[in-house]
């Protein structure tokens, strides 16, 4: 349980760190992405940017 918690809250950090570039590719704006202004400054929480790069790797890494 402690590896999955462990392994989304890594992915979130890459993917919030990466979002102007990801951005360009449409991963960041998909439904179920929140994006929160608060005095601001705008935070970024991309859980359906993260199920879907997690699934594409995870078929990846699979195939080969």
Do not use: C, H, Q
């Amino acid at each position: 349980m402690f590896r999955w918690v462990f392994t989304v809250f890594i992915a979130l950090m890459v993917l919030s760190a990466a979002s102007p570039w990801l951005a360009k590719l449409g991963i960041g704006r998909l439904p179920g992405d929140l994006r929160l202004r608060f005095r601001g400054k705008e935070y970024v929480f991309p859980f359906a940017s993260t199920i879907v790069l997690s699934l594409a790797l995870n078929l990846l890494i699979r195939l080969l």
